[in-house]
């Protein structure tokens, strides 16, 4: 998965390295063989230095003016082609995994989900296919950025190896 570094101040006001590691709200999906998510951080409207908020959250659609901001690691399309996958059971865990975020996602057309926020994503390896409602797609590679504006869309990934993307999801309070 990744390393988080969180900075803060401690009891002297001196800045500090207070966390360094797995971020602690990461889950390694069991129904979708290399599918990975990590909470790296999330804040709430004003936005301020707080103590770790990533175990307490309990929407992954941050309400206007909040932050999510997370890595998701997709396998393989081939994964979901697999004989074994069975979507129900991913669905379930996807469901309990990531609360608000994962009832976006159409059943009647895997992967396309609208959220109320604009997104950053910088690809931090393999490859990844934004998959727009209208047709349109393009292929990200490491380094490339995207700013995701509250459109019908999915993540689609046609290599042959993991792509890891990290997400800030910013409260925009409604989808365009």
Same mark, same amino acid.
């Given at each position: 998965? %990744?390393?988080?570094?969180?900075?803060?101040?401690?009891?002297?006001?001196?800045?500090?390295?207070?966390?360094?590691?797995?971020?602690?709200? +990461?889950?390694?999906?069991?129904?979708?063989?290399?599918?990975?998510?990590?909470?790296?951080?999330?804040?709430?409207?004003?936005?301020?230095?707080?103590?770790?908020? @990533?175990? #307490? *959250?309990?929407?992954?659609?941050?309400?206007?003016?909040?932050?999510?901001?997370? @890595?998701?690691?997709?396998?393989?399309?081939?994964?979901?082609?697999?004989?074994?996958?069975?979507?129900?059971?991913?669905?379930?865990?996807?469901?309990?995994? +990531?609360?608000?975020?994962?009832?976006?996602?159409?059943?009647? &057309?895997?992967?396309?989900?609208?959220?109320? @926020?604009?997104?950053?994503?910088?690809?931090? #390896?393999?490859?990844?296919?934004?998959? *727009?409602?209208?047709?349109?797609? %393009?292929?990200?590679?490491?380094?490339?950025?995207?700013?995701? &504006?509250?459109?019908?869309?999915?993540?689609?990934? &046609?290599?042959?190896?993991?792509?890891?993307?990290?997400?800030?999801?910013?409260?925009?309070?409604?989808?365009?």
């Amino acid at each position: 998965m %990744v390393r988080r570094v969180v900075t803060g101040v401690d009891h002297s006001g001196k800045p500090v390295i207070v966390g360094d590691g797995e971020p602690p709200v +990461t889950r390694r999906y069991t129904h979708t063989p290399g599918f990975a998510r990590s909470l790296v951080w999330n804040t709430a409207a004003p936005a301020a230095p707080s103590a770790d908020p @990533t175990e #307490s *959250l309990k929407s992954y659609v941050p309400a206007p003016g909040e932050t999510i901001a997370l @890595t998701v690691t997709f396998p393989p399309a081939s994964v979901y082609a697999d004989a074994g996958w069975d979507p129900v059971a991913a669905g379930a865990e996807q469901l309990e995994a +990531t609360p608000g975020l994962a009832e976006l996602f159409e059943l009647d &057309n895997p992967g396309m989900h609208t959220t109320p @926020t604009v997104d950053y994503g910088v690809v931090l #390896s393999g490859e990844i296919v934004l998959d *727009l409602d209208g047709g349109e797609t %393009v292929v990200l590679k490491p380094g490339d950025i995207v700013v995701q &504006n509250g459109t019908r869309h999915a993540w689609r990934n &046609n290599s042959a190896e993991p792509a890891t993307v990290f997400f800030v999801l910013i409260g925009a309070g409604g989808a365009s």
